[in-house]
């Protein structure tokens, strides 16, 4: 099979790539550009650790083609801290003790990030739990997870 050229926008960065047609947006990002944020788990859909956000929705990356996704804006979970500056998602995840493993961390953080930025009023807790409900944590019971996101979407008022 041939590459061919794709050129993605990844953290307000262009990059012009050769890819395979049938490489996924989550193997480019951490296989060829070593964005290795983005978590591989089941790479089929089922348990949100390849969360980045397309043109500021959750998506999973491994489902996802690269070569669908050219041209439109990626946020990863290294795009998120303004230099030393966590994003408040990021630095309310660590205040929260929202973080154990780390490994559903990025996914969480960016699925937290999308709800927030789309919130027409505080997020209740249940619509947390809806907002992360494709989003799985092996280590914290959710329930610091969802404190960390509410007190974003409160900040938010
Ligand atoms: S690795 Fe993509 S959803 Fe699990
Ligand atoms: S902190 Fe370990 S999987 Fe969520």
Redesign the pocket.
Known sequence: MEKREVTLNINNEVHHLEIFPHETL?EVLRERLGLTGT?????????????VLLEGKPV????LLAMEVEHQHITTIEGLADGEQLHPMQQSFVDHHAIQCGFCSP?MILTGVAAVENQQKPLSRDEIREAIS?N?CRCTGYAKIIDAIEAVSKKQE
């Open positions: 989550r978590k591989a788990a089941c790479d089929d859909g089922s348990c949100g650790a390849c969360t999973r990356s491994c489902l996914g494709g799985l």
